[in-house]
């Protein structure tokens, strides 16, 4: 990643194993925020192929567009020639204990884990409340995002702030 520039899109890539509800809000929240100043896409080590309905739901009830969502192999983000992304960030214990690729521009890197919604077990109501928590956790940790002034933190101090937000 180069350093932050006022003005300048930054691409997020937003990881989970599955890639079918954490990761899929969190890329559309982000995009939903902050698509004048970012591009998010997510993506998974082993793609469910398919888009958690709840999540889907999830983000309806809370108003953020997700057409076109879909399940992703991140191979697809660490191939020769795919957009270099300035920012790689895990959202499921998983996938930050696994050996992920090289990406190509060097991305700052940052572990957000949210438990996962599609394990809970229960009635609905309890499921949607998991997949409702997930979203507004994931939504605050964002928001924090946003607040930084980029253009005015060096890599590193980036680097902390981002590792610091996944804490909160």
Not at 16 to 30: H, P
Not at 52 to 65: D, I, S
Not at 75 to 84: L, Q, S
Not at 118 to 144: N, P, Q
Request: a positive charge.
């Amino acid at each position: 990643m180069t350093e932050p520039t006022p003005g300048r899109l930054y691409r997020v890539l937003f990881i989970c194993t599955q890639n079918s509800a954490r990761s899929i809000m969190a890329e559309a929240l982000l995009n939903h925020l902050a698509a004048d100043r970012f591009a998010a896409a997510s993506a998974g080590s082993h793609p469910a192929g398919a888009v958690h309905p709840m999540a889907l739901q999830t983000l309806a009830k809370l108003r953020v567009p997700a057409e076109g969502a879909r399940s992703k192999d991140w191979a697809e983000f660490a191939r020769p020639g795919a957009p270099a992304q300035d920012f790689v960030l895990t959202v499921c214990d998983k996938a930050a204990g696994e050996a992920c690729p090289a990406w190509p521009g060097q991305p700052m890197t940052a572990h957000w884990g949210v438990p996962d919604p599609a394990a809970v077990s229960g009635d609905e109501a309890t499921r949607r409340r998991a997949f409702h928590d997930a979203a507004v956790v994931l939504k605050r940790r964002i928001e924090l995002m946003l607040s930084l002034p980029m253009a005015a933190l060096d890599r590193m101090a980036l680097q902390r702030e981002l590792r610091e937000i996944g804490t909160r």
